[in-house]
């Protein structure tokens, strides 16, 4: 059985004039992420996790953030066109666990919204999807609400 990890990580600075998408969704805060894309740091970690798990390189390879279509791009779009890579090449997602830090808002009431959009565009059920959110205990950038970031890894095996 070829089984294959893959680890990602993506930061995004926050700012007031954006808004904030985690997990597929838009979750209200006076802060939102920065980027070329909606700044989707949890499916952009687990589009990397599940992209080098195949050696396959990175996000920003695939979706270059200097090409105009990407603009502001839903990252569910970004995740389910890199599941397709993933498929193409034989391969399926056995599970994602991720992290998410970010001082606020709390997260944990987003998480089972959070499972269920990632397990339908990887084809695996929420059980598969461990999403956790924790702070930086109000240290560093991450704690003084500067930026957020997540990690992901994923496992995946032939199909």
Known sequence: MDIRIGFGVDVHQLASTHELFIGGLKIESDLGAVGHSDADVLLHAICDATLGALNLRDIGYHFSDQDPKYK?????ILLKETYKLIKDRGFKIINIDSTVILE???????IPAMQAIIAEILEVTEDRVSIKA?????????????????????LMSAI
């Open 134 to 154: 924790t702070t930086h205990e109000k240290v560093d950038s991450f704690g003084t609400r500067q930026a957020v970031k997540a990690y992901a890894v994923c």
């Open 72 to 76: 502001g791009i839903d990252s569910k």
């Open 104 to 110: 606020k808002p709390k997260l944990n009431p987003h």
